[in-house]
């Protein structure tokens, strides 16, 4: 345990609460936090000695459960050999062995990997491809992001352009931002995909002359709103990027390794992105990292841009502890049967939110993979939606309209069931 002169844990909540940022809350006024002394499996142990069950796999990450033998294996056998160098004129087998890894099991054609730190940097190196891509390729003028509404794409100013322009944060950054352009939301039901499409086919043929490329989370939209739309729309974005000379980025950083019941959801569409973006379950919760994976297409475009370089390169990159972990992670997701889960909790899933449909506050559940979703028609009490499902012994962190769940891919059927019970009862309360 770390050394600090604070003993008590009311100590350490205090001077938590005086000088911790956490994400997205207030340092003078902030609401809550609880103090955690262990992981283990889908439980998260906290101070007073109670148990939580993990409804979030630490926001998408956590697929195997925590404290797993494998994957502290991983990262002490690295930790004994070294645990970091530069990347710069230096390399190493973990970074080659997950290189090859992400090559060989993402979509065809996929074959140069940028290492990137946090899944907020690796949409940032995309976005640098995309743009050098279009001025090798002698397209300079070609400058603007073309996304869809109810975006999420991280919190750095280029991810935050291409974010939902008006629950992301574009009205206080407006002055700083790139201007992206944004097309309607993709519909959730297949019968309105013809008459988007035709909206989202007229918008890039206006704006064509200026865009260098198309942007979004296949599938899934996440943090946005916890939107799933049909596969047949990624097929029409293919479309239109080819028929414009545009590159096609797919946000897989939530997405990908098995949370949808797709390895990856570009899968679920049959479509190649020319660029992709992983993270989050990439370490499964240990380690920040996350990948650009490109074609090579994209690779000699940007390679023929005045610097001759892709213009990235993070002091941290490439980290071979992250990369051992990573490697780790991915080999229990392949000897695993992440498919069967994954089936098997969205099942769980469905039948446990079923009830709250009509329960009154309620607009909508959904599911999608070990994905599951209650939207109310207000803005969630997230204090009081966190201590009521806390008092069912289950961790959730709504945000908005949202209580929302994506279990780790370990949790069993009962897991499940008290996750839909938590769920409702936090729906109840806030
Ligand atoms: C979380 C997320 C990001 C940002 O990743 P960080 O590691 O938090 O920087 C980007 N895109 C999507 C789709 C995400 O879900």
Redesign the pocket.
């Known amino acids: 345990m770390p050394h600090t002169s604070l003993h008590t844990a009311a100590d350490l909540l205090a001077y938590d609460r005086e000088h911790l940022w956490h994400p997205y809350t207030s340092m003078t006024d902030p609401t809550p936090v609880r103090l955690v002394t262990g992981a283990d499996g889908t439980r998260i142990t906290l101070d007073d000695g109670s148990e939580l069950l993990d409804g979030m796999s630490s926001?998408?990450a956590a697929i195997h459960g925590y404290n797993h033998p494998a994957l502290n294996a991983a990262l002490t056998d690295q930790v004994a050999d070294f645990a970091h160098v530069m990347f710069g004129g230096l390399t190493h087998r973990p970074a080659i062995a997950l290189a090859e890894k992400l090559v060989s099991i993402t979509p065809e054609g996929l074959d140069h990997v940028f290492l990137a730190d946090?899944?907020?940097?690796?949409?940032e190196v995309a976005l640098k491809m995309v743009l050098q891509h279009q001025r090798g390729v002698g397209r300079p003028e070609r400058t603007r992001m073309l996304t869809i509404r109810g975006g999420?794409?991280?919190?750095?100013f280029g991810?935050m352009s291409v974010c939902d322009p008006v629950g992301g944060m574009h009205s206080m950054f407006s002055q700083v931002l790139p201007t992206q352009v944004f097309a309607d939301r993709p519909p959730a039901g297949v019968e309105d995909v013809p008459a988007w499409a035709e909206g989202f086919r007229s918008l890039a043929a206006e704006h064509a002359h200026e865009l260098a490329g198309i942007i979004v989370?296949p599938l899934l939209q996440?943090?946005g709103g916890m939107h799933v739309y049909p596969a047949e729309c990624l097929r029409v974005m293919r479309e239109v990027a080819d028929e414009h000379e545009l590159v096609l980025v797919f946000?897989?950083?939530?997405?990908g390794f098995g949370r949808t019941g797709w390895l990856f959801a570009a899968e679920a569409a049959g479509v190649t992105p020319d660029v992709m973006?992983l993270?989050?379950a990439l370490t499964g919760g240990y380690l920040?990292l996350?990948a650009v994976l490109c074609t090579g297409a994209v690779a000699a475009g940007l390679s023929r841009s005045e610097s001759g370089v892709l213009m990235h390169g993070p002091t941290y990159m490439g980290n071979p502890l992250a990369c051992s972990v990573a490697l780790a992670n991915l080999r229990l997701l392949e000897t695993g049967d992440f498919r069967s889960d994954v089936e098997r909790i969205n099942a769980g899933l469905v039948a446990g939110l079923a009830p709250l449909r009509d329960l009154p506050g309620i607009l909508d559940v959904r599911t999608i993979g070990a994905v599951g979703v209650a939207q109310l028609d207000h803005p969630v009490d997230v204090v009081k939606a966190t201590d009521a499902a806390a008092e069912e012994g289950v961790w959730l962190r709504p945000f908005r309209d949202l209580i929302y769940t994506m279990p780790p891919y370990v949790s069993t059927d009962e897991d499940v069931a008290l996750i839909c019970t938590a769920i409702g009862r936090a729906a109840v309360v806030a």
């Open positions: 926001w998408w946090s899944g907020s940097v690796s949409v999420y794409h991280g919190d750095t991810c989370e996440g943090a946000d897989e950083i939530a997405t973006c993270g989050k920040t996350a």
